[in-house]
């Protein structure tokens, strides 16, 4: 890892303490304190009335008991969590994940990250992240149903369209919320549409939002790729993943002209010389909710799966890993670089370990951190706030049109960020500072709270 500023150790030194055993929060810590040294040179008055401290420091956190019933009658307990990070922007926004890997640490580290992210995207919207260690792996989709409103039961109290708005993240998708939303308005018994986001169309969802995040990881790293006179016409594209992110990055790709080789899920993954065939990947995510292994079943002659092992092992000029924190490992960096790869955008959140990061900027490929570079969901859902509190219902062109320009402006955020404090084309320093000093103004100006 690379250091940090001495004056800032004593702030990573109480965070390491307070939170014992998150490894994933230490690390989302180290990554953002990292970038904050050369702003506390320029800028001394961000590091007064422990600032920094605070921001490190979550608003609150809930923790609560999931009781439900599955299907042969058995009473199940999950875990559920709701971390509420930062409201200086605006209400608490981010997603839920449903994943056996779930704990405090996990949802801590994204909720984190989400704070800069929400503040990236220049919307009124704060930081917040929950869950569950709930698998929904194999359940039937009455046992999900029982599930999410279980877990409604408890989160209503804690959420609210002024409050606090939750979305999807892994294993939450439309399905998930729409049993949500609909538990959520018979507690309250109020059509607050603004509650969650992440909806269907039919109650109040907006156009784009299923494709925001991978769509918007693909206009970040298009822009990137101009900045050296070049974009996705043509490449050799790994996606890792195949669920909500994976698929619309890999669409968007597609019609830049580039070519997708490769995409995975836990199991393993399939490369395809000739192209994946989206449509096929969508049919077996999307609709039977099957396992990628199938794709080279069904597709037949070209392709082939490969269980385990790791989807970065396959040649690309860009990669984009779109599946879950530290998927791609200094192991698969140095596999890459030799391979050629000239450009890395992340659209899960953390996917590559600080390591990795490390030998792509060390090599000179461009590189778009997840907290830039996948900020096009979450401010889609922004989106989706304002179309509910205007009851107003946008076109696809109109929605996806205001997403390109947050995703360029973030993009050209990042870089003139990193521009000003002298690290040219380092887009993780640009996207810490300007999502960082974007909170803290906001915080400077409302005392210490
Ligand atoms: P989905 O649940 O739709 O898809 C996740 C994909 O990643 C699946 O293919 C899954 O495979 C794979 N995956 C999950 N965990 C692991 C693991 N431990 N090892 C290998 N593969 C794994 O989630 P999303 O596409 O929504 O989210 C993907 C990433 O993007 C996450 O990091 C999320 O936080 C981030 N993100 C999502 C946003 C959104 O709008 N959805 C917004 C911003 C960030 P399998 O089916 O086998 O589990």
Redo the contacts with the bound molecule.
């Keep these: 890892m690379n250091s940090i500023d001495e004056k800032l150790q004593p702030i990573l030194s109480t965070v390491l303490h307070r939170n014992a055993g998150e490894e994933e929060f230490h690390q989302a810590v180290h990554e953002v304190l990292e970038s904050l040294g050369r702003v506390i040179s320029k800028h001394p008055e961000y590091a007064d009335e422990a600032l920094i401290e605070r921001i490190c420091e979550p608003e609150r956190q809930i923790i609560f008991r999931v009781p439900w019933i599955d299907d042969r009658g058995d009473v199940q307990i999950n875990r559920g969590f709701r971390v509420q990070f930062n409201s200086a922007l605006g209400p608490y926004k981010g997603?839920l994940?449903f994943?056996p890997?779930v704990n405090v640490g996990i949802i801590k580290f994204?909720g984190f990250e989400q704070t800069f992210k929400n503040a990236l995207t220049g919307l009124p919207i704060g930081g917040g992240k929950g869950g569950s260690d709930f698998d929904p792996?194999g359940r039937s989709d009455r046992e999900i149903m029982r599930f999410c409103q279980s877990f409604m039961i408890e989160l209503h109290r804690h959420i609210g369209e002024y409050i606090d708005v939750p979305?999807?993240?892994?294993?939450?998708?439309g399905r998930e919320i729409g049993y949500m939303f609909g538990m959520y308005k018979r507690l309250t018994n109020r059509y607050e549409a603004g509650v969650l986001t992440?909806k269907g169309l039919s109650y109040g969802g907006s156009r784009a939002r299923t494709e925001?995040?991978g769509f918007g990881t693909t206009y970040f790293v298009q822009r990137m790729l101009g900045t050296r006179d070049t974009g996705f016409e043509g490449k050799r594209c790994v996606v890792?993943?195949?669920?909500?992110?994976?698929i619309y990055a890999m669409e968007k790709i597609l019609s830049y002209g580039g070519i997708v080789v490769a995409c995975?899920?836990?199991?393993g993954y399939v490369v395809d010389e000739a192209g994946i065939d989206l449509a096929l990947v969508k049919e077996i995510?999307e609709i039977r909710r099957g396992?990628?292994s199938e794709y080279a079943r069904l597709k037949g002659e070209g392709s082939h799966y490969i269980k385990g092992g790791s989807v970065w092992d396959v040649p690309c000029d860009v990669a984009m890993p779109?599946?879950?924190?530290n998927?791609l490992t200094g192991t698969d960096a140095r596999t890459l670089i030799k391979n050629g790869v000239i450009a890395v955008g992340e659209?899960?959140?953390?996917?590559c370990t600080p390591d990795a990061v490390h030998l792509f900027q060390k090599a000179g490929v461009l590189f778009a951190p997840?907290k830039a570079a996948?900020?096009g969901?979450?401010a889609t859902s922004a989106l989706e706030m304002q179309q509910n509190a205007s009851r107003d219902s946008w076109s696809f062109e109109k929605t996806e049109e205001r997403l390109a320009t947050i995703m360029h402006n973030i993009h050209d955020a990042c870089a003139a960020t990193a521009d000003e404090y002298g690290a040219p084309g380092n887009y993780v320093l640009g996207a810490n500072i300007t999502g960082f000093v974007r909170v803290a103004e906001a915080m400077r100006a409302m005392g210490v709270i």
């Excluded at 890792?240 to 994976?246: C, E, L, R, T």
């Excluded at 995975?264 to 199991?267: C, H, V």
């Design positions: 997603g994940r994943h890997s994204l792996k979305a999807g993240d892994i294993g939450v998708g992440g925001a995040t890792s993943g195949s669920g909500n992110v994976a995975s899920d836990s199991d995510k396992r990628i779109s599946a879950t924190q998927e659209g899960a959140n953390m996917p997840g996948n900020a969901g979450v």
